[in-house]
Protein backbone atom coordinates (compact mmCIF):
# COMPACT_ATOMS: atom_id res chain seq x y z
CA UNK A 1 0.00 0.00 0.00
CA UNK A 2 2.72 2.32 0.73
CA UNK A 3 4.37 1.65 -2.83
CA UNK A 4 1.31 2.29 -4.22
CA UNK A 5 0.38 5.25 -2.70
CA UNK A 6 3.70 6.46 -4.88
CA UNK A 7 5.26 9.02 -2.60
CA UNK A 8 3.92 12.00 -3.56
CA UNK A 9 6.03 13.74 -0.84
CA UNK A 10 9.18 12.98 -3.40
CA UNK A 11 7.86 14.99 -6.09
CA UNK A 12 10.08 17.69 -5.88
CA UNK A 13 13.19 16.21 -4.55
CA UNK A 14 12.82 14.32 -8.26
CA UNK A 15 12.05 16.79 -10.42
CA UNK A 16 14.69 18.88 -8.77
CA UNK A 17 17.63 16.67 -9.86
CA UNK A 18 16.23 15.71 -13.67
CA UNK A 19 16.22 19.32 -15.21
CA UNK A 20 15.50 19.94 -18.83
CA UNK A 21 14.55 22.60 -20.95
CA UNK A 22 11.31 20.92 -22.59
CA UNK A 23 8.34 22.60 -21.01
CA UNK A 24 7.14 20.84 -17.87
CA UNK A 25 3.57 19.21 -18.42
CA UNK A 26 1.40 17.91 -15.56
CA UNK A 27 -1.83 15.19 -16.59
CA UNK A 28 -4.33 14.51 -14.39
CA UNK A 29 -6.59 11.50 -15.27
CA UNK A 30 -7.99 8.24 -13.27
CA UNK A 31 -10.61 5.67 -15.58
CA UNK A 32 -9.36 3.60 -18.06
CA UNK A 33 -10.56 6.14 -20.76
CA UNK A 34 -7.91 8.67 -19.76
CA UNK A 35 -4.92 6.27 -20.37
CA UNK A 36 -5.64 7.07 -23.73
CA UNK A 37 -5.10 10.86 -23.29
CA UNK A 38 -1.99 9.90 -20.85
CA UNK A 39 -0.64 7.77 -23.93
CA UNK A 40 -0.72 10.43 -27.03
CA UNK A 41 0.90 12.67 -24.26
CA UNK A 42 3.60 10.34 -23.64
CA UNK A 43 3.80 9.59 -27.24
CA UNK A 44 4.10 13.33 -28.33
CA UNK A 45 6.52 14.20 -25.45
CA UNK A 46 9.19 11.53 -26.70
CA UNK A 47 9.33 12.68 -30.47
CA UNK A 48 12.67 14.43 -31.48
CA UNK A 49 10.82 18.21 -31.76
CA UNK A 50 8.74 17.67 -28.52
CA UNK A 51 8.55 21.56 -26.69
CA UNK A 52 7.25 19.87 -23.70
CA UNK A 53 7.50 16.53 -21.14
CA UNK A 54 4.84 14.74 -18.64
CA UNK A 55 6.45 16.14 -15.80
CA UNK A 56 4.13 14.55 -12.89
CA UNK A 57 0.76 12.13 -12.96
CA UNK A 58 -1.99 12.93 -11.02
CA UNK A 59 -4.41 10.64 -9.98
CA UNK A 60 -7.12 8.94 -7.50
CA UNK A 61 -5.53 6.96 -4.55
CA UNK A 62 -5.53 3.50 -4.63
CA UNK A 63 -8.67 2.04 -3.93
CA UNK A 64 -10.62 -1.57 -2.95
CA UNK A 65 -12.12 -3.26 -5.62
CA UNK A 66 -13.43 -6.46 -6.43
CA UNK A 67 -14.45 -9.29 -4.46
CA UNK A 68 -11.25 -9.47 -2.57
CA UNK A 69 -11.70 -6.44 -1.64
CA UNK A 70 -7.94 -5.64 -2.41
CA UNK A 71 -6.43 -2.19 -2.57
CA UNK A 72 -5.43 -1.18 -6.12
CA UNK A 73 -3.91 1.84 -8.14
CA UNK A 74 -6.06 3.46 -10.28
CA UNK A 75 -5.91 2.76 -14.32
CA UNK A 76 -4.38 5.36 -14.89
CA UNK A 77 -1.49 5.13 -12.04
CA UNK A 78 -1.56 1.46 -13.00
CA UNK A 79 -0.75 2.03 -16.52
CA UNK A 80 1.69 4.79 -16.13
CA UNK A 81 3.71 2.17 -13.96
CA UNK A 82 3.71 -0.35 -16.41
CA UNK A 83 5.10 1.96 -18.56
CA UNK A 84 8.29 2.17 -16.45
CA UNK A 85 6.91 6.28 -15.08
CA UNK A 86 8.36 6.99 -12.28
CA UNK A 87 6.29 6.00 -9.35
CA UNK A 88 7.57 9.26 -6.85
CA UNK A 89 6.10 11.16 -9.81
CA UNK A 90 2.63 10.11 -10.09
CA UNK A 91 0.72 11.62 -7.09
CA UNK A 92 -2.29 10.05 -5.56
CA UNK A 93 -3.74 13.05 -3.13
CA UNK A 94 -7.23 12.74 -1.47
CA UNK A 95 -8.12 16.28 -2.67
CA UNK A 96 -6.71 18.51 -4.79
CA UNK A 97 -5.98 21.22 -2.07
CA UNK A 98 -4.22 19.51 -0.15
CA UNK A 99 -1.07 21.58 0.77
CA UNK A 100 1.30 19.03 0.50
CA UNK A 101 -0.06 18.26 -2.62
CA UNK A 102 0.14 21.72 -4.22
CA UNK A 103 3.78 22.63 -2.69
CA UNK A 104 4.76 19.54 -4.75
CA UNK A 105 2.80 20.78 -7.90
CA UNK A 106 4.59 24.32 -7.14
CA UNK A 107 7.81 22.22 -7.05
CA UNK A 108 7.40 20.78 -10.60
CA UNK A 109 7.01 24.40 -11.70
CA UNK A 110 4.22 22.89 -14.28
CA UNK A 111 3.63 25.57 -17.39
CA UNK A 112 0.59 23.30 -18.22
CA UNK A 113 -1.81 21.14 -16.82
CA UNK A 114 -4.28 19.00 -18.47
CA UNK A 115 -7.01 16.57 -17.43
CA UNK A 116 -9.10 13.55 -18.75
CA UNK A 117 -11.87 12.43 -15.82
CA UNK A 118 -9.47 13.01 -13.31
CA UNK A 119 -12.67 12.85 -10.66
CA UNK A 120 -11.67 15.75 -8.14
CA UNK A 121 -12.25 19.70 -7.72
CA UNK A 122 -9.22 22.03 -9.11
CA UNK A 123 -9.32 24.92 -6.23
CA UNK A 124 -8.34 27.99 -7.30
CA UNK A 125 -4.98 27.20 -5.55
CA UNK A 126 -4.36 24.52 -7.88
CA UNK A 127 -5.51 26.94 -10.90
CA UNK A 128 -3.60 29.27 -10.36
CA UNK A 129 -0.19 27.57 -10.62
CA UNK A 130 0.10 26.67 -14.71
CA UNK A 131 0.82 30.00 -16.22
CA UNK A 132 -0.45 28.34 -18.96
CA UNK A 133 -3.70 27.38 -17.58
CA UNK A 134 -5.37 23.94 -16.85
CA UNK A 135 -6.38 22.71 -19.82
CA UNK A 136 -9.53 19.82 -19.87
CA UNK A 137 -10.69 16.96 -22.28
CA UNK A 138 -14.64 17.08 -22.02
CA UNK A 139 -16.46 14.41 -24.24
CA UNK A 140 -19.79 16.90 -24.92
CA UNK A 141 -20.04 19.82 -27.57
CA UNK A 142 -19.99 22.20 -24.16
CA UNK A 143 -21.63 24.41 -23.22
CA UNK A 144 -23.78 21.00 -23.64
CA UNK A 145 -23.66 18.28 -20.51
CA UNK A 146 -21.68 20.09 -18.35
CA UNK A 147 -20.95 17.53 -14.76
CA UNK A 148 -19.67 14.18 -14.06
CA UNK A 149 -21.55 11.84 -16.48
CA UNK A 150 -21.79 13.71 -20.08
CA UNK A 151 -22.21 10.52 -21.86
CA UNK A 152 -24.02 8.75 -20.17
CA UNK A 153 -26.70 11.44 -19.47
CA UNK A 154 -26.28 12.11 -23.10
CA UNK A 155 -27.11 8.71 -24.22
CA UNK A 156 -29.77 8.91 -22.28
CA UNK A 157 -31.58 11.57 -23.56
CA UNK A 158 -31.34 10.21 -26.89
CA UNK A 159 -29.41 12.28 -28.46
CA UNK A 160 -28.40 11.92 -32.24
CA UNK A 161 -24.93 13.48 -31.95
CA UNK A 162 -22.40 14.41 -29.25
CA UNK A 163 -18.69 15.02 -29.50
CA UNK A 164 -15.68 16.25 -27.37
CA UNK A 165 -14.54 19.79 -26.71
CA UNK A 166 -11.09 21.05 -25.41
CA UNK A 167 -11.70 23.88 -22.43
CA UNK A 168 -9.74 26.11 -20.24
CA UNK A 169 -10.32 25.39 -16.78
CA UNK A 170 -12.39 27.79 -14.59
CA UNK A 171 -13.30 27.15 -10.68
CA UNK A 172 -17.53 26.91 -12.49
CA UNK A 173 -17.98 23.51 -13.31
CA UNK A 174 -16.55 22.72 -17.12
CA UNK A 175 -17.29 26.74 -17.84
CA UNK A 176 -14.00 27.57 -19.29
CA UNK A 177 -13.59 29.16 -22.99
CA UNK A 178 -13.58 26.60 -25.84
CA UNK A 179 -10.49 26.20 -27.51
CA UNK A 180 -11.26 23.46 -29.98
CA UNK A 181 -14.39 20.98 -30.74
CA UNK A 182 -15.38 17.46 -32.79
CA UNK A 183 -17.91 16.23 -33.74
CA UNK A 184 -19.75 12.75 -33.32
CA UNK A 185 -22.68 10.98 -34.15
CA UNK A 186 -24.31 8.78 -31.92
CA UNK A 187 -26.03 5.27 -33.43
CA UNK A 188 -29.03 4.08 -31.63
CA UNK A 189 -26.89 0.98 -30.53
CA UNK A 190 -23.90 2.21 -28.51
CA UNK A 191 -23.50 1.97 -25.30
CA UNK A 192 -21.82 4.34 -22.69
CA UNK A 193 -18.46 2.43 -21.96
CA UNK A 194 -18.02 2.52 -26.38
CA UNK A 195 -18.81 5.61 -26.88
CA UNK A 196 -16.79 6.66 -23.53
CA UNK A 197 -13.83 5.16 -25.00
CA UNK A 198 -14.46 6.95 -28.52
CA UNK A 199 -14.59 10.29 -27.50
CA UNK A 200 -11.32 10.33 -24.96
CA UNK A 201 -9.66 8.45 -28.35
CA UNK A 202 -10.87 11.80 -30.62
CA UNK A 203 -10.09 14.23 -27.90
CA UNK A 204 -6.61 12.80 -27.16
CA UNK A 205 -5.95 13.51 -31.18
CA UNK A 206 -7.55 17.43 -30.69
CA UNK A 207 -5.05 17.53 -27.72
CA UNK A 208 -2.24 16.80 -29.58
CA UNK A 209 -3.80 19.21 -32.60
CA UNK A 210 -3.83 22.29 -30.58
CA UNK A 211 -1.07 21.63 -27.83
CA UNK A 212 1.09 24.17 -29.91
CA UNK A 213 -1.38 26.92 -29.89
CA UNK A 214 -1.61 26.40 -26.06
CA UNK A 215 1.78 26.43 -25.57
CA UNK A 216 2.20 29.66 -27.89
CA UNK A 217 -0.55 31.14 -25.87
CA UNK A 218 -2.89 32.09 -29.27
CA UNK A 219 -5.29 29.40 -27.76
CA UNK A 220 -6.36 31.70 -25.29
CA UNK A 221 -6.94 34.23 -27.54
CA UNK A 222 -8.77 32.16 -29.95
CA UNK A 223 -10.72 30.41 -27.23
CA UNK A 224 -14.45 31.26 -27.71
CA UNK A 225 -16.64 31.35 -23.81
CA UNK A 226 -19.19 29.12 -23.53
CA UNK A 227 -23.15 30.32 -23.97
CA UNK A 228 -24.72 29.76 -20.51
CA UNK A 229 -28.10 30.05 -22.44
CA UNK A 230 -27.58 26.66 -23.58
CA UNK A 231 -26.10 24.93 -20.78
CA UNK A 232 -27.25 21.60 -20.01
CA UNK A 233 -26.03 19.34 -16.69
CA UNK A 234 -24.81 15.91 -16.57
CA UNK A 235 -24.92 14.68 -13.02
CA UNK A 236 -23.14 11.52 -11.39
CA UNK A 237 -25.25 8.58 -11.89
CA UNK A 238 -26.48 6.57 -8.81
CA UNK A 239 -27.43 3.15 -8.34
CA UNK A 240 -30.90 4.26 -7.43
CA UNK A 241 -31.71 5.19 -10.88
CA UNK A 242 -31.18 1.92 -12.22
CA UNK A 243 -34.50 -0.19 -11.92
CA UNK A 244 -36.64 0.13 -15.34
CA UNK A 245 -40.26 1.06 -15.32
CA UNK A 246 -41.89 -0.81 -18.33
CA UNK A 247 -44.65 1.88 -17.73
CA UNK A 248 -42.34 4.31 -19.88
CA UNK A 249 -41.65 4.17 -23.29
CA UNK A 250 -39.31 1.49 -25.06
CA UNK A 251 -37.07 3.82 -26.60
CA UNK A 252 -36.51 5.71 -22.79
CA UNK A 253 -36.09 2.38 -21.60
CA UNK A 254 -33.58 1.53 -24.30
CA UNK A 255 -31.45 4.81 -23.69
CA UNK A 256 -31.12 4.06 -20.44
CA UNK A 257 -29.81 0.57 -20.52
CA UNK A 258 -27.26 1.86 -23.15
CA UNK A 259 -26.63 5.06 -20.82
CA UNK A 260 -26.03 2.91 -17.72
CA UNK A 261 -24.07 0.18 -19.31
CA UNK A 262 -20.77 -0.31 -17.20
CA UNK A 263 -22.00 1.34 -14.07
CA UNK A 264 -24.35 1.07 -12.40
CA UNK A 265 -26.33 -1.05 -14.86
CA UNK A 266 -29.84 -1.47 -15.19
CA UNK A 267 -32.06 -3.50 -13.54
CA UNK A 268 -35.76 -4.91 -13.69
CA UNK A 269 -38.05 -7.41 -11.82
CA UNK A 270 -40.00 -10.08 -13.64
CA UNK A 271 -42.29 -12.64 -11.44
CA UNK A 272 -41.65 -16.32 -12.67
CA UNK A 273 -44.88 -18.74 -12.55
CA UNK A 274 -44.95 -22.11 -12.33
CA UNK A 275 -48.73 -22.52 -12.98
CA UNK A 276 -48.44 -26.59 -12.32
CA UNK A 277 -47.51 -25.70 -8.85
CA UNK A 278 -48.71 -22.51 -8.09
CA UNK A 279 -45.89 -21.00 -7.34
CA UNK A 280 -43.98 -17.41 -8.36
CA UNK A 281 -40.92 -16.17 -7.71
CA UNK A 282 -39.54 -12.57 -8.17
CA UNK A 283 -36.27 -12.81 -10.32
CA UNK A 284 -34.26 -8.72 -10.62
CA UNK A 285 -31.86 -9.60 -13.34
CA UNK A 286 -29.88 -6.62 -14.78
CA UNK A 287 -30.77 -5.74 -18.33
CA UNK A 288 -27.32 -5.64 -20.88
CA UNK A 289 -28.78 -5.48 -24.50
CA UNK A 290 -31.89 -3.78 -25.69
CA UNK A 291 -33.20 -2.73 -29.02
CA UNK A 292 -36.68 -1.42 -29.93
CA UNK A 293 -39.44 -3.24 -31.87
CA UNK A 294 -42.13 -2.10 -33.90
CA UNK A 295 -45.92 -2.47 -31.54
CA UNK A 296 -46.91 -4.85 -33.89
CA UNK A 297 -44.13 -7.69 -32.72
CA UNK A 298 -46.11 -8.05 -29.48
CA UNK A 299 -49.92 -9.39 -29.29
CA UNK A 300 -49.77 -10.65 -25.98
CA UNK A 301 -51.23 -9.44 -22.40
CA UNK A 302 -50.12 -6.34 -21.02
CA UNK A 303 -47.98 -8.07 -18.61
CA UNK A 304 -46.62 -10.98 -20.59
CA UNK A 305 -43.40 -11.15 -21.64
CA UNK A 306 -43.25 -13.18 -24.49
CA UNK A 307 -39.76 -14.63 -26.45
CA UNK A 308 -39.35 -14.16 -30.29
CA UNK A 309 -36.47 -14.73 -32.37
CA UNK A 310 -33.71 -15.01 -29.28
CA UNK A 311 -35.47 -11.74 -27.81
CA UNK A 312 -37.48 -11.74 -24.91
CA UNK A 313 -40.99 -9.01 -26.19
CA UNK A 314 -41.76 -6.80 -23.56
CA UNK A 315 -44.84 -4.18 -23.77
CA UNK A 316 -43.89 -0.74 -22.40
CA UNK A 317 -46.00 1.93 -22.17
CA UNK A 318 -47.24 4.61 -25.41
CA UNK A 319 -48.15 0.75 -26.95
CA UNK A 320 -44.33 0.71 -27.59
CA UNK A 321 -42.12 -2.62 -27.16
CA UNK A 322 -38.78 -3.64 -26.34
CA UNK A 323 -36.44 -6.68 -26.78
CA UNK A 324 -34.10 -7.85 -24.25
CA UNK A 325 -31.27 -9.53 -26.02
CA UNK A 326 -28.93 -9.90 -23.29
CA UNK A 327 -29.36 -10.09 -19.57
CA UNK A 328 -27.43 -11.65 -16.19
CA UNK A 329 -29.14 -12.83 -12.98
CA UNK A 330 -27.21 -11.88 -9.89
CA UNK A 331 -24.48 -13.63 -9.34
CA UNK A 332 -24.52 -15.66 -12.77
CA UNK A 333 -22.81 -14.86 -15.90
CA UNK A 334 -24.24 -12.47 -18.66
CA UNK A 335 -26.74 -14.77 -21.10
CA UNK A 336 -28.88 -14.30 -24.75
CA UNK A 337 -32.69 -14.60 -24.00
CA UNK A 338 -32.95 -17.67 -25.45
CA UNK A 339 -30.28 -19.48 -23.10
CA UNK A 340 -32.25 -17.36 -20.23
CA UNK A 341 -35.81 -18.34 -21.91
CA UNK A 342 -34.56 -22.16 -22.02
CA UNK A 343 -33.86 -22.26 -17.69
CA UNK A 344 -37.03 -21.25 -17.03
CA UNK A 345 -38.23 -24.70 -18.00
CA UNK A 346 -41.35 -23.42 -19.42
CA UNK A 347 -42.36 -21.47 -17.35
CA UNK A 348 -44.20 -18.12 -17.61
CA UNK A 349 -43.01 -14.52 -17.38
CA UNK A 350 -44.51 -11.44 -16.43
CA UNK A 351 -43.29 -7.86 -15.95
CA UNK A 352 -43.59 -6.02 -12.78
Not at 167 to 183: H, K, M, Q, S
Amino acid sequence: LTLRRLFCCNASASASVTPSKKKPLVFLGSPQVSVTVLDALLKSSSSPDSNFEVAAIVTQPPSRRERGRKVYPSPVAQHALDRGFPSDLILTPERAGEEMFLSNLRDLQPELCVTAAYGNILPTKFLKIPPLGTVNVHPSLLPLYRGAAPVQRALQDGVKETGVSLAFTVRALDAGPVIAYERFEVDDQIKAPELLELLFSIGSKLLIRELPSIFDGSAKVKAQPQDDSKVTLAPKLTPEESWLSFEQDATVLHNKVRAFAGWPGTRAKFAVIDETASQCDILEPKIITTRVSSPEKVQNEVDDITFIKGALVIPCGGCSTLEVLELQLPGRKVVTADAFKNGLRGQKLKKL
